[in-house]
């Protein structure tokens, strides 16, 4: 089973409320990602989870904050979003992140977020 | 910081024509990926290229790398509608001692259109 699973698959918000995307995977993975997709562009990488630790912040604002609270389930809270961050936001999982091998990334859905 | 460049980016093709997308990288990698994207869909892996002279076939589509050159071809044969899509390469960053973070950085994507 190569299935990363993102809820919700879409949501609306304001600029005052706060929000979670939730990405789970049950391939045993252990590293985890968040990236952002604008419309027409590629995935820009905003997070990385290493067995559960961050190991990057690509210099994400704090209104975006991760949490990897076990090694299926990863969570990006959102907090007074602006309207730019409106985007798909994408999950992806692969066996591991460093090494001397590169592990190939599986993406989930996405999520597609409006900020209001 | 690594740069990662697509050419064409918009490219319409006749069904049953050839043609070849080119990837460039501006820094040392031998780690390579193509992923496919529909339109309002998610990413779907199509090749993983991790050595130099790497080959690989699916269908009608081939992937090549060459590591010297930094430039992966994606080659297009006998194109169909089904094919009609977003192509994206990504390359991992790897430091100088050879070992990967899951950093992958995406290239602008190509728009194919396959038409009659």
């Known amino acids: 089973d190569t299935e990363v699973t993102q809820t919700p698959k879409h949501l609306v918000m304001g600029m005052t409320n706060k929000k979670s995307l939730k990405c789970e995977q049950h391939m045993g993975h252990r590293a985890m990602y968040w990236y952002k997709q604008k419309a027409k562009k590629p995935p820009e990488l905003m997070f990385v989870y290493s067995y559960e630790k961050l190991s990057i912040n690509e210099s994400v604002p704090s209104r975006f904050s991760p949490e990897c609270p076990n090694s299926s389930l990863l969570n990006l809270h959102l907090h007074a979003l602006q309207p730019e961050d409106s985007a798909l936001y994408l999950c992806?999982?692969?066996?591991?992140?460093?090494?001397?091998?590169?592990?190939?990334?599986?993406f989930g859905p996405g999520t597609r977020l409006t900020v209001t | 910081e690594l740069k990662v460049e697509q050419n064409p980016l918009f490219l319409s093709m006749q069904e049953g024509k050839n043609y070849t997308i080119y990837c460039n990288y501006s820094?040392?990698?031998?780690?390579l990926y193509w992923y496919r994207q529909d339109p309002g869909k998610s990413l779907e892996s199509l090749f993983v290229?991790?050595?130099?002279?790497a080959v690989k076939q699916e269908g009608r589509l081939m992937a090549s790398l060459d590591t010297k050159a930094r430039l992966s071809t994606l080659h297009i044969t006998a194109a169909v509608h089904d094919l009609s899509a977003t192509y994206f390469c990504a390359v991992d960053i790897v430091d100088a001692g050879g070992t990967s973070y899951g950093k992958l950085t995406f290239g602008q994507g190509t728009i194919l259109t396959v038409h009659p």
């Open positions: 820094t040392t990698s031998d780690r």
């Open positions: 290229l991790l050595s130099n002279g």
């Open positions: 992806a999982s692969s066996l591991r992140t460093s090494g001397s091998w590169s592990y190939e990334q599986y």
